[in-house]
């Protein structure tokens, strides 16, 4: 296998992207993924309209890939709903689906793109990554890209908040009630310590989010259980999930609210290796995508040395979209602000209307 100038460990949004864009420019890109066809994800589901225009910079088009339009946000607690109309479209679709279409574009645009590739290792300081038959690949830069998946040998997340939050997901049938009720909308519900969040993809499916600290999970027993309590507190939740099996996706210990601020020469970090915002209130596909763009122009202007400039300065265009998730997330996982929430949701003369949208557009990126 030969060297290449780009070196891309995995091939979810953020090293697709990089690559899109690599590849395009004429670099010489090699992208190592190791799933070995469609699949899912924990994370993703959601796309605001910054990750809807990033998809349309990079030739892919989500209404084609039958994205389920969302133009409003209800919020649920209890016996409590509020309901706003978003600011501008979003969509909800399948990382399965998504993840494909951005890897064939890759492809496309000039990529190579190797499937089914587990890398165990890299060396930030050799740019370079060791395979599991141990073969080592070197490129002229390295492009991290593994989501939230740890990988030995790279630059450590910083430790989270609260533990760590558990992510978890769910995609199941929903009856006709349920279908009707979700389309066009995302639904949160946010529990103390976590939330749960609804919204259907293109195969009118449902995606189950939740997330919730370790602590709160444990004392439920199980994913399962968590969500039979949490439908007991909330019977529209109850209603949304009754019938719900299938078998859970899990990631442990994200650090929301974290961002990589210091550069490393020819080491690109990208996705939620670079920063990593709440899934209440924030779109960690738009930061995937945002990332990927601005490492990719990067690289094409200055080559491998301009990682060192990359990496502070895309986090200080992270922080204020991670800061406002995580404000809002901080403020709907706590009894005594939440009732704040959905008073700013509830206030009349349009304000209320206004204050979502402008909290909405705070957490965008790009």
């Known amino acids: 296998m030969r060297h290449p100038r780009a070196l891309i460990i995995g091939g979810g949004p953020a090293g697709a992207a990089t690559a899109i864009r690599l590849a395009g420019a004429g670099v010489e890109t090699r992208v190592l993924e190791r799933s070995t066809g469609p699949h899912d994800t924990v994370c993703g589901g959601f796309l605001g309209w910054d990750a809807l225009a990033a998809l349309d910079r990079l030739g892919v088009s989500a209404a084609r890939l039958g994205a389920h339009p969302i133009r409003r946000l209800r919020l649920a607690h209890g016996r409590r709903v509020r309901e706003v109309a978003l600011p501008f479209a979003a969509a909800g679709l399948s990382r399965r689906v998504l993840d494909e279409a951005l890897l064939a574009r890759a492809s496309a645009a000039g990529a190579g793109v190797t499937r089914g590739v587990k890398v165990r290792s890299v060396d930030p300081d050799t740019r370079s990554a060791e395979l599991a038959d141990g073969t080592r690949i070197i490129g002229e830069a390295l492009f991290l890209a593994t989501g939230k998946h740890p990988l030995r040998g790279a630059p450590a997340r910083g430790e989270a908040t609260r533990d760590g939050a558990l992510g978890l997901r769910i995609g199941y049938v929903p009856d006709a009630t349920t279908r009707a009720a979700l389309d066009g909308v995302?639904?949160?519900?946010?529990?103390?310590?976590?939330?749960?969040?609804?919204?259907?993809?293109?195969?009118?499916?449902?995606?189950?989010?939740?997330?919730?600290?370790?602590?709160?999970?444990?004392?439920?027993?199980?994913?399962?259980?968590?969500?039979?309590?949490?439908?007991?507190?909330?019977?529209?939740?109850?209603?949304?999930?009754?019938?719900?099996?299938?078998?859970?996706?899990?990631?442990?210990?994200?650090?929301?609210?974290?961002?990589?601020?210091?550069?490393?020469?020819?080491?690109?970090?990208?996705?939620?290796?670079?920063?990593?915002?709440?899934?209440?209130?924030?779109?960690?596909?738009?930061?995937?995508?945002?990332?990927?763009?601005?490492?990719?122009?990067?690289?094409?202007?200055g080559g491998a040395p301009e990682s060192a400039r990359y990496q502070p300065s895309f986090a200080r265009e992270a922080k204020r979209p991670i800061a406002t998730a995580g404000a809002l997330r901080y403020a709907a996982e706590r009894p005594a602000l939440r009732p704040l929430l959905f008073g700013a949701m509830g206030l009349g003369l349009g304000l209320g209307p206004w204050l979502s949208a402008a909290a909405a557009r705070l957490t965008r990126i790009g």
Request: net charge negative; glycine share 16%; with cysteine.
């Open 186 to 301: 995302i639904e949160l519900h946010p529990f103390d310590q976590g939330y749960v969040g609804l919204l259907l993809t293109e195969d009118g499916r449902v995606n189950l989010c939740l997330s919730s600290a370790p602590a709160r999970l444990r004392a439920a027993g199980s994913a399962m259980a968590l969500i039979g309590e949490l439908g007991g507190e909330c019977p529209l939740l109850g209603e949304r999930v009754a019938g719900l099996a299938g078998q859970w996706s899990t990631i442990a210990g994200v650090p929301y609210g974290w961002r990589a601020a210091d550069g490393i020469h020819g080491v690109f970090r990208l996705g939620d290796q670079a920063a990593v915002i709440s899934s209440l209130a924030g779109d960690g596909v738009a930061i995937a995508l945002r990332s990927g763009e601005r490492a990719a122009a990067a690289m094409i202007a």
